[in-house]
């Protein structure tokens, strides 16, 4: 008889309380960014500070690139995924090489406004373009 009277009481309960619902995270913002005839296109991208992103980069050029935000993921959770080669170092994420006609997913949330470069670090390589965090 217990029992019945505490499935009632917790039946009384859920029903004052109203249904149990999580709030889902937003799905990231998906930018990509093409490395190719020694440039990026594009050449400026915007993204929201706090708000999800996902950045594909893609080599569509013979020759190996390599992404270098400078400053802009540090100390920031980055997760990673494709055929590229990423560096870490103590401040977190350093770059990732990109293999020809390879492709990676970078997937962060930034955490700071402002205006961050990114380059290819490779000898002869002067490609440099930014993202803009508003």
């Not at 937003?26 to 950045?55: I, N, Y």
């Not at 990732?96 to 402002?114: A, C, D, M, S, Y």
């Amino acid at each position: 008889m217990k029992t019945a009277g505490a499935f009632i009481g917790l039946a009384l309960a859920v029903g004052f309380l109203g249904p149990l619902t999580v709030a889902a995270e937003a799905p990231p913002t998906s930018f990509e960014v093409v490395a190719s005839k020694r440039a990026f296109t594009p050449e400026t991208l915007t993204v929201q500070q706090g708000k999800p992103v996902t950045l594909v980069i893609r080599n569509d050029d013979e020759d190996l690139h390599a992404f270098v935000p400078l400053l802009l993921l540090q100390r920031t959770n980055v997760q990673v995924s494709g055929n590229g080669a990423p560096e870490f170092n103590e401040a977190g994420f350093v770059r990732v090489l990109i293999p020809p006609h390879g492709r990676v997913e970078l997937r962060f949330t930034p955490k700071t406004t402002g205006t961050f470069h990114y380059i290819c670090d490779l000898p002869g390589h002067s490609m440099r373009a930014q993202i803009v965090v508003k």
